[in-house]
């Protein structure tokens, strides 16, 4: 069966140092990956999605980034961490013929 | 866009009692749906979802009504149980691989 790991599972980080949040999908092979974001008492806002290595579409333009340097692999990047970067950080798969999204368990990030 | 407001529309049932969980999405060309169920500081589970071409679909304990006339969407819980109690979102597709969430709504469970 398909799992999809996430972390780390919460962070503290200061406005202006970097980010790295990795997800990791196993059990498939060449799946859609997904990043999003939730704000407190809100929906999931889709930020990332890759359909192959190397291969990133970006959803809302920021200060974050997304990398899939393996097939199974997907960072959320940031050099310089603002305030409203703070909120609950989503990872999710697809398979490449499927609408079908499966989410990890989250990284809360707090930006201080 | 999103409407300003921290505080999800809350919907409380008694336990056993059947829930109605309501949906109204924009996009007429959106031709799958999704309903996902956040507990608290996990990430959403998959319900079950419907594509256009269907108006209803059941799963074990939940039913998904899909009306696109008035472009609404329901999701049906039978029998509710306390383990229910969460955020529940519907989701739409209409660009092929991004979904669309709503704000969610909270299901309160009580005994």
């Known amino acids: 069966s398909q799992t999809i790991h996430q972390w780390p599972a919460t962070l503290v980080q200061p406005v202006g140092s970097p980010l790295s949040l990795e997800c990791t999908v196993e059990?498939?092979?060449?799946?859609?990956l997904y990043w999003y974001r939730q704000a407190a008492g809100r929906g999931l806002q889709l930020l990332f999605y890759?359909?192959?290595?190397?291969?990133i579409s970006s959803e809302v333009p920021q200060n974050l980034s997304a990398s899939r340097p393996q097939d199974r692999q997907f960072i959320l990047s940031s050099k310089k961490l603002l305030l409203s970067d703070s909120g609950f950080y989503l990872c999710?798969?697809?398979?490449?013929?499927?609408?079908?999204?499966?989410f990890g368990p989250g990284t809360r990030l707090t930006v201080t | 866009g999103e409407s300003v407001g921290l505080h999800l529309p809350t919907l409380s049932v008694q336990e056993g009692d059947n829930s109605i969980i309501n949906c109204a999405y924009s996009?007429?060309?959106?031709?799958?749906f999704i309903w996902y169920k956040q507990e608290s500081g996990k990430g959403p589970q998959f319900i079950i979802d419907?594509?256009?071409?269907?108006d209803k679909r059941q799963g074990q304990r939940v039913t998904v009504l899909l009306n696109k006339t008035v472009k609404h969407l329901s999701l049906q819980i039978a029998a509710t149980q306390p383990g229910d109690s969460a955020v529940y979102f519907c989701?739409?597709?209409?660009?092929?691989?991004?979904?669309?969430f709503g704000k969610g709504t909270s299901l309160l469970v009580t005994p």
């Open positions: 999710a798969w697809s398979l490449a013929s499927s609408y079908e999204q499966y």
């Open positions: 059990g498939t092979s060449n799946p859609n």
């Open positions: 890759s359909v192959g290595i190397g291969q």
């Open positions: 996009n007429s060309a959106s031709d799958y």
């Open positions: 419907i594509r256009s071409n269907m």
């Open positions: 989701a739409e597709m209409h660009s092929g691989y991004a979904l669309n």
